[in-house]
């Protein structure tokens, strides 16, 4: 499987204790964030509502395409690929 | 001995430290920087529990031995994705009882076994017959206060707004409405027993019966367990107000009165903290070292505390993030030298 980059916002990567740049290996998108929740529990409530889907405003970035324009959550991904979660600004 | 003081706020928790002078007081934070600090609790092994929230990043509820290293708890309070409810924050933590108790918004109850470890809904109350017939106040949908009764465990108050008080005598399994004396605020056609909006409860340290209730339209008091209640009025400017607790040495209530719902602002710009010493019959106002001329700051319900001392200490943060200070139970006052972002609770903790 590739290996990506999660890059997370600083107060997600206080409440993990860990590094903002989290390395995870995965073929898709969403195995990447489920990957990374995996690893990271507490992480789970922060980015997903209880739908199961992005809380809504939250922004996930597939490189520079905004992954709510894709078709699916579960597009491939490439080695050295970098995935960004950033605070949408309709969150203030 | 030291006390420790946590002050949740918008933006973090910070932590006020004074030996039992309480007259100097050494600032540290902010705590969970960035996120809200919607209300704080510690149980009595010693274990500090704190409930964040974020308008982006969901809630969550975090344990510490230390108030160095924190864990979130996995296993917190959350709604089934089959009930359409969103978890946006908890409200309050009772740790009185071997079960604890999480009242949050949207409303319901949730309580833990294992020491906060893991949360289940207590169904009865949240699944209440008159549910559909909830509806939020200015504050929000929530369950924001929890009393239990140390005699007899099975006993639980909830307060949620803007429905009323409900009361369990079988654990939590069943709850009935206790509204009778309490004026609407919100009608419904089918339940005229709910449409009422609780802002605060306290009980009796020695009487669970014997409740105090702060309320949108007044100040009541029952000694039956919420069966019925009664204004306790008399001295108060304004009836209006959020926060309230009890000393349970002196059992000297404190309230901080607002003019009306419509305003929720001090009278006239006079920030005064209203006392009684007798269970509620007569108030006084307290205003020695309260700022008494320009003051329009709030005080949200979960941002006042006593630290149950003799003399008692007394803690107000307020939304414009000043924290005002008595250690002579309310006779006079300082204000701690910081300006901190809208409080949202405030607790004390006497550290040996």
Redesign the interface.
């Known amino acids: 499987m590739p290996q990506v980059t999660v890059q997370l916002p600083s107060i997600l990567g206080r409440i993990i204790d860990e590094s903002q740049a989290i390395p995870i290996e995965a073929d898709s998108l969403g195995g990447a964030l489920r990957a990374l929740v995996d690893r990271h529990p507490a992480l789970g409530v922060h980015l997903f509502d209880e739908t199961g889907n992005l809380r809504q405003h939250v922004l996930c970035f597939h490189n520079q395409t905004n992954t709510r324009w894709l078709d699916s959550i579960e597009a491939p991904l490439a080695k050295g690929d970098t995935i960004t979660i950033l605070q949408a600004v309709s969150g203030g | 001995m030291g006390v420790l003081v946590i002050v949740g706020t918008d933006k973090g928790a910070f932590l006020l430290r004074s030996d039992t002078a309480r007259a100097h007081w050494k600032i540290q934070g902010p705590l969970f ?3 809200k600090v919607t209300t704080v609790a510690r149980d009595d092994s010693g274990r500090y529990f704190v409930a964040t929230a ?7 509820l975090h344990v510490s031995e230390d108030l160095d290293n924190w864990r ?1 708890i ?1 296993n ?1 309070p ?4 089959d ?5 946006n924050q908890i409200w309050t933590l009772n740790l009185q009882t071997s079960r604890f108790y999480a009242g949050v918004d949207e409303a319901g109850l949730f309580g833990s076994e294992d020491r906060g470890e893991s949360w289940s809904p207590i169904e009865g109350l949240n699944e209440h017959p008159t549910r559909d017939s909830w509806y939020p106040g200015a504050g929000g949908l929530c369950a924001h206060a929890v009393l239990t009764d140390a005699k007899n465990p099975k006993r639980i108050w909830c307060g949620i707004s803007a429905v009323g008080v409900f009361r369990s005598d079988d654990g939590g399994l069943t709850w009935e409405i206790k509204n009778q004396g309490i004026p609407m605020v919100i009608e419904d056609k089918q339940h005229q027993d709910i449409g009422r909006c609780v802002h605060g409860l306290v009980a009796d340290p020695d009487d669970a019966n014997t409740i105090y209730r702060r309320e949108h339209n007044g100040m009541f008091r029952t000694r039956d367990g919420g069966e019925t209640w009664q204004r306790i009025e008399n001295g108060l400017d304004s009836s209006f107000g959020f926060p309230i607790v009890i000393d349970r040495t002196s059992k000297t209530l404190y309230i901080i009165p607002l003019e009306s719902d419509e305003y929720r602002i001090p009278i006239d710009g006079r920030f005064r903290v209203y006392r009684s010493g007798n269970g509620g019959d007569t108030w006084d106002p307290l205003s020695n070292g309260l700022p008494q001329e320009n003051a329009y700051m709030g005080v949200l319900r979960d941002a006042l505390a006593v630290d149950h001392l003799d003399p008692c200490g007394v803690y107000v943060g307020t939304t414009a993030g000043t924290v005002h200070v008595s250690n002579d139970a309310g006779d006079s006052w300082t204000q701690v030298s910081c300006i901190l972002p809208r409080i949202l609770s405030v607790s004390v903790y006497v550290q040996e």
């Not at chain 2, 974020?54 to 969550?60: E, I, K, L, N, T």
């Not at chain 2, 959350?78 to 994705?81: G, V």
């Not at chain 2, 009930?83 to 978890?87: A, G, N, P, Q, Y």
């Open positions: 920087k960035g996120w974020s308008d982006v990043y969901g809630q969550a979130q996995e917190g959350a709604w089934a994705k009930t359409e409810r969103k978890l």
